[in-house]
């Protein structure tokens, strides 16, 4: 999958709604090849990321954890040092 797609879920602060939005345009692109579409497929386009994104807000209202929230921050923080690690290479 996309590498710009990362997990929305059981996070602190919530993910919002343009989180929401942000990934399913990823993923949209992603699947339909398009970075950005012709004025012919703009339409089926945008109505395919509102689709996804919705069903996507669905999905994180639905779930349930009883794992305590992970904070955003502290998880880029950790991204960051694995990626450093890894240019150290």
């Given at each position: 999958?996309?590498?710009?797609?990362h997990?929305?879920?059981?996070?602190?602060p919530p993910?919002?709604?343009?989180?929401?939005?942000?990934?399913a345009?990823?993923y949209?692109?992603k699947?339909?090849?398009?970075?950005?579409?012709?004025?012919a497929n703009?339409?089926?386009?945008?109505?395919a990321?509102?689709?996804?994104?919705?069903?996507?807000a669905?999905l994180l209202?639905?779930l349930?954890?009883s794992?305590?929230?992970?904070?955003?921050?502290t998880e880029?923080?950790?991204?960051?040092q694995?990626?450093?690690?890894?240019?150290a290479?």
């Open positions: 999958m996309c590498r710009n797609i997990t929305l879920y059981n996070y602190e993910a919002t709604e343009d989180d929401v939005r942000s990934a345009l990823q949209v692109r699947i339909s090849g398009f970075t950005k579409p012709s004025q703009a339409e089926a386009f945008e109505r990321v509102d689709d996804v994104a919705a069903v996507t669905r209202d639905e349930v954890t794992a305590p929230p992970r904070d955003r921050a880029v923080a950790r991204k960051r694995r990626w450093l690690e890894r240019q290479v």
